[in-house]
């Protein structure tokens, strides 16, 4: 048996290298991942650039913006990094440099000095230094995702006479959405709850951390929904940094031997209980968002559920997702969806929803957290 031959060999192995750098993706992907990557950063560091004067010259607000994009990247970074970054930058710009010196046998030597090498050295530092970062806060992410799903349910509970799916879609890693269907404590009734902290990634999930414990805890008493929101309220209030961290919310309780459902929408997304016959329902009764004032009313509504009828609860991401031209998705095209699934079951319907979302989206990227739950009445 002939060995392979080193033509052979190479050519496995560097397919076997862009395997594992690219992960199997393809160049289209690379290049919607990159350009995704692009318009994230480039929103990051937009925040902090001031628009110039628009009686300057062209060349001059070219000059202005360049100099505050500068300055938004350097702000990024350390003071300690930022020096390394600017050495680094210095050292690139300079041409390779050269010196003579005459040895006691009288020879000429001749030393170069490649300052654009060392440059490469510091700027290759400043760049494991920022990875070491980003690895260390990816780690930390995960652990905070994995805490995160501990808090939502992975599935829905059976509740007597309906069919319930979730959907979710984080723009992070961890997000500020919530959802859950669990019993009272009496057992013969359930709450249902949506909601949406204010804000993204970090500081929504912690804040969504508590909107959960709350719920769980007040929830465990003997009262009633009005009495349970005002609470919610009140802890809310107490930790939303003067009504800057809100969060829109409904919550309600249905009750299996009536098909009652009383709910209260404290300024979410109004969801949309569509009836059999067609007909569109908007579950508005409620108040403002949890959070924002301490006593605030808060007001139930009631609804009785009908066979075949469907209540979809869903956060702003999804109808606020925005494509290249920035079109929203809007509340039509999520209804329309519902009107064609008489006969499907609920996680099929929101299956077809988030494809929906995504082909509209395009390679727009998300920005903001997407959240569903939808109740179709046996």
Known sequence: MSSPTPQTIAPSKLAQFWRRVTEGMELNQLWSQFRSDAKASYRLYSRDVKPGN??????????HTFQQFAWAILEKLTPARRVLLLLAILLLLMPAGGCHYRGENGEMTVGEFDFRFYGGVLMFVVLMLEVAD????????????????????????????????????????????????????DGSRFLIAVADVAGKSIPAALLMATFQASLKTLSSTPTSLEELVIAMNRYACSNSQGGLRFTTAFIAEYDPESCALIYINAGHNTPVLRRKSGAIERL????????????????????????????????????EAVNARDE???????????????????????????????????????????TCLLIKVD
């Not at 628009?54 to 000059?63: H, I, V």
């Not at 979809?312 to 999804?318: A, K």
């Not at 998705?329 to 099929?348: C, F, H, K, N």
């Open 134 to 185: 980003r690895v260390v806060m990816k780690r930390d992410l995960e652990i905070a995702r994995d805490i995160q799903r501990w808090l939502l349910p992975p599935s829905p509970p059976p509740v007597p006479g309906l069919s319930i799916a979730f959907a979710t879609r984080p723009a992070n890693t961890v997000a500020g959405d919530y959802y859950d269907v669990f019993a009272r404590p």
């Open 328 to 370: 929203e998705y809007g509340e039509q095209r999520m209804i329309t969806i519902l009107d064609g699934s008489s006969a499907v079951t609920p996680e099929r319907v929101l299956s077809r929803m988030m494809v929906d979302v995504d082909a509209f989206v395009g390679t727009t990227p998300q920005h903001d957290d997407i």
């Open 284 to 319: 508005t009764e409620g108040g403002l968002p949890l959070g924002i004032q301490a006593e605030a009313p808060y007001q139930s509504g009631r609804v009785v559920l009908e066979s075949e009828d469907w209540l979809l609860v869903f956060t702003d991401g999804l109808v």
């Open 54 to 63: 628009p009686a300057e010259t062209k060349g001059r607000r070219f000059l």
